[in-house]
């Protein structure tokens, strides 16, 4: 037999191996393609639907853009469209173009519906289309004032004084979280009428966290005197720094000695009211209380206020581990002729969280010819409003202030904070006019998105305060509360607002969400 023949015999099998191979290697492609085929011809079955979906999600935006338009135009308008109801709910179901809105408008300061003080607005339209539905929100601002003047208008300023800003050590001036008008994220405005240099000074790990320093535009060159690690810009203006009347630096008072302090307190004069050790007083029939001599806290005591109070104080006021503290819809306002002295003192509301801190004013008389010490120390925590030309205000240790501080000086020092609250601007504040003055000298009204807007009136007015003219006084008509009306017939529209977006969008998985519900339906 023959070897080599033997050999070629063996080898026969291969070329059919191969072509087992080969036949493997199609029916995996097949099988790919049919799949790939398979998914393709499964995707076409809701892309329709997913069209049909962002074509609907971009009409509901611009239906909810519209009536943040709508809103604007309403408020611009003297009708009295505060009285929208308790919900805030200014129209539901509101057909426009394809689909419709709903729109509410609720006080930016309160995070409730809208009352006849109200000139900020948190504004929500959402829009609806087929089944989808878009949301846009709003800031909108009336550009008003209460009295037609900004003299001594300092309700946006989170510390202004007629003298001199001094932060050192750790002090801190920042936003108050809590408050539903921090969400906005706006700027902490400070300001000082004061021109002479080295007024406002920063010092050490001190800061004011977005803040801006607003001064006389023919301040020292040298007035700020930023130190921190925080840059915060200056913005000059022509508009009339004033505190109660007051433009110019009060003389201080000399602060007794601490021997003198506590002869005093040990020693109650006799039109001195003294509240004992762990005492609770309450003032619950509201009105005017008058003392004539010094209110005195010992440790442990509390008043409790249960409805409006006004306190008139001919002297000091002293609380040493003590409360003032309101209940309920209570409001507190005190006007203190002497000096305050408070160490672990706390003033606010008896529940926690995020009071309105313009239920609680505490101020010097509004007459006032020189400034006395008002010092405030240890644990002290006071929710509230602070302001009068004749204090000399001097936050230490660990004392905080949620609300705004307006005197004749403010020292901060050691660990003490002022957290801001920017729910408590009313209107057209000192800030905000310097503001648009500002961008009028820059960019003029043509060119500013901002100020192109805004009534040729309202510029006209806002400009000649700089000359001792004024703006026109709030002017809500008489009437129903009727947001309806505005519909009859061309409604003028006065008012000057300024309109923010906040935000607007949607859930990016709802178009596909809707499409696969939809699909799933059909089957």
Known sequence: MNPVRRHHDRSRPAPRQRRGIALLLVLIAMATATTLTLGWLASQDNASIVGQNISSAAEARALACSGIDLAASITQTETVWRDAGSDGMLMQNYPIGAGTIDLSVLDQATDAAPTSETTDLLVTATGHVGGLSQTVTASISLLEDDDGTLHGEVDDFALFVLGSIELSHHASVLRWTDAPASSLGRRIPIGTAKR???????????????????????????????????????????????????????????????????????????????????????????????????LILEPGARILISSPTRLNLGGNLIMDDSSILLSGGATFEAEITGRVDLDDARIGHRKSGWIDPDRIHLGSESDATSADTWRMDGDTSITGIIEGSGIDLILEDDATVQGRLAANTIHMRDHSRVLFDHGLTDGLGLARAADLLKEHRHRGRSHSKRLSNLPRRFLSQLLEITHGGQMDARDEHDGPGNVLNWRLSATPRPVAVEVRILAHGVDPDEWEDAARLLTEASQ
């Open 196 to 294: 002479h240099a080295h007024s406002v000074q920063i010092r050490g790990e001190s800061n004011v966290i977005d803040g801006t320093l607003y001064q006389n535009d023919s301040a020292s060159p040298s007035q700020f005197i930023n130190r921190s690690r925080v840059e915060v810009p200056i913005v000059p203006t022509e508009l009339p720094l004033t505190l109660d009347g007051a433009g110019d630096t009060l003389p201080s008072n000399q602060e007794p000695s601490m021997r003198r302090k506590r002869a005093q307190s040990n020693r109650p004069g006799p039109n001195d009211v003294v509240i004992r050790r762990n005492q609770t007083v309450r003032w619950n029939t509201g009105g005017d209380i008058t003392i004539e001599g010094n």
